[in-house]
């Protein structure tokens, strides 16, 4: 089981920054990537970026390089740097590991809020 708790919602004005936080506990031995996903109202759920266990990020193309993932090793915790944001940034960002083990196992937190002002 890996347990996934996220912070640093809140409200931010267009062109502004917030860093989300996804902090990682439980088994992480077999976990191969950490990422993001939003759902905006009324929209489905939208896969944002994922940093694997090399490190190595991906981005959904729309962001246009806004977003920025890293990683602590030793808090176990992964950020996601929100810069120039804008209302249609305006979501629930849910964080989420992919986990080998017999299978793959999705694990999610219970989301953040971000809500960007015009």
């Known amino acids: 089981q890996v347990q996934l708790v996220e912070s640093g919602g809140g409200l931010v004005q267009a062109g502004g920054s917030l860093r989300l936080s996804c902090a990682a506990s439980?088994?992480?031995?077999?976990?191969?990537?950490i990422g993001w996903y939003r759902q905006a109202p009324g929209k489905d759920r939208e896969w944002v970026a994922l940093?694997?266990?090399?490190?190595?990020?991906t981005y959904l193309d729309s962001l246009e390089g806004r977003f920025i993932l890293s990683r602590d090793g030793a808090k176990n915790t992964v950020y996601l740097q929100m810069n120039s944001v804008k209302p249609d940034d305006t979501a629930i960002y849910y964080c989420?590991?992919?986990?080998?083990?017999?299978?793959?196992?999705?694990?999610w937190g219970q989301g953040t809020q971000v809500t960007v002002s015009s």
């Open positions: 989420y590991a992919r986990v080998s083990n017999l299978r793959i196992e999705t694990f």
């Open positions: 439980g088994r992480l031995l077999n976990i191969i990537d």
């Open positions: 940093i694997n266990r090399d490190d190595k990020s």
